[in-house]
């Protein structure tokens, strides 16, 4: 079964606690991508990444890292530092950066 | 700064009434437009994409959008809406052409549609 799968859905942690969001694609798509979904505000862009072992500032990458060791995973780390981590986060992938992006189920983060 | 606008937030419609939603970009030259649908539940879906070509574009479930460059707009139509229609409708574009332009998503419209 092909596709972009993220987990877990829904995952709960304490203020001040790192947390990472898994992101694996079998599509054998280059460009992956995390999006943070929030209620009236659409999708914005964190981080993606081309290729692997690169990757780029998305919009509002304050308080996220990523990592690109495998071209299948994309994990997105949201630190301590981001100020208003509770969302839902989205990821995505294409064939390379000018193609459709398709997206995971995403992992609705609560901060408590 | 490139934007993506969508102006219907909440859009309420009985089953067989005639469906459009707006979707106005910012930008100039070549683009790569979208519509995307998240149902309930669900992840996002890709409705219908633009990139080139006839500007009317025909999409799954009945859906189709027409892209008028001189009004940069890339409205979603549907002639009959049904309950299963019912969800949040993303609008999505980027310049076309380059490496790394970003896309840019509207802020939705949520759709509900009663029997």
């Known amino acids: 079964d092909g596709g972009i799968t993220q987990s877990p859905k829904y995952l709960f942690r304490k203020e001040g606690q790192n947390v990472t969001l898994s992101c694996e694609q079998n599509l054998n798509h280059d460009a992956m991508y995390w999006y943070r979904q929030d209620p009236g505000q659409g999708l914005r862009l964190i981080y993606y990444s081309q290729i692997v072992n690169d990757f780029q500032k998305g919009d509002i990458a304050e308080g996220y890292s990523v990592s690109r060791e495998k071209k299948e995973s994309f994990p997105l780390t949201v630190t301590s530092a981001q100020k208003n981590p509770t969302a839902f986060y989205l990821c995505?992938?294409?064939?390379?950066?000018?193609?459709?992006?398709?997206f995971g189920p995403g992992t609705r983060l609560t901060v408590l | 700064a490139q934007s993506v606008s969508q102006h219907n937030h909440h859009v309420i419609l009985s089953e067989a009434a005639s469906l459009e939603l707006g979707c106005n970009y910012s930008y100039g030259g070549t683009v790569n437009l979208f519509w995307y649908v998240q149902y309930p539940g669900q992840h996002l879906q890709l409705l219908l994409k633009?990139?080139?070509?006839?500007?009317l574009v025909k999409g799954i479930k009945g859906f189709e959008a027409e892209f008028i460059k001189s009004k940069f707009s890339f409205n979603l139509r549907k002639p009959s809406v049904q309950w299963s229609d019912t969800a949040e409708y993303f609008c999505a574009g980027r310049r076309g052409g380059g490496a790394t332009n970003k896309l840019i998503f509207g802020t939705g419209t949520l759709l509900a549609v009663q029997p």
């Open positions: 633009y990139f080139s070509g006839d500007p």
């Open positions: 995505a992938s294409s064939i390379g950066v000018a193609d459709t992006q398709y």
